[in-house]
């Protein structure tokens, strides 16, 4: 299984961590250079860091190389705004996507999106949604 991490947060290294020994591949998308999050994965050979100037461009990359995609930028809105533009590419039952805000968060919730949020995170709750 191939994915992909769109942003680099807390909740992209608890993604990680639940799911890198289950996962052929974890690219990780990146607008910034984190050197602490580099550091701490650098010696991982089934994890990659890529970086990107925009993510939008990218997003046929992203789209084609990934079984599955979290979307886990620090930004409510960005993340809502990736996911409504992959949403278009990908089907939904592929994507996840952070949302902090909890008011936000129960509105998509109650939509049926995937939407995740460090506070609800389950340890098996990752591994089972990319194994369906």
């Known amino acids: 299984m191939n994915i992909s991490i769109i942003g680099i947060s807390n909740l992209s290294k608890i993604i990680i961590n639940k799911i890198e020994n289950h996962c052929e591949n974890i ?3 990146s607008t910034n250079k984190n050197f602490d999050f580099i550091n701490e994965y650098k010696n991982k050979d089934n994890i990659k860091i890529i970086l990107v100037e925009d ?3 990218k997003l046929d990359l992203i789209k084609n190389d990934s079984d599955y995609i979290f979307i886990t930028t620090d930004k409510d809105s960005r993340n809502s705004f990736l996911f409504h533009k992959i949403k278009l590419l990908v089907e939904l039952s592929k994507i996840q996507f952070s949302i902090k805000n909890s008011y936000l968060f129960n509105l998509y919730k109650n939509k049926k999106y995937l939407v995740i949020n460090e ?11 990319i194994r369906s």
């Open 119 to 129: 506070s609800f995170i389950e340890d098996n709750e990752l591994i089972n949604i």
């Open 55 to 57: 993510y939008i461009e």
């Open 27 to 29: 690219n990780v998308f």
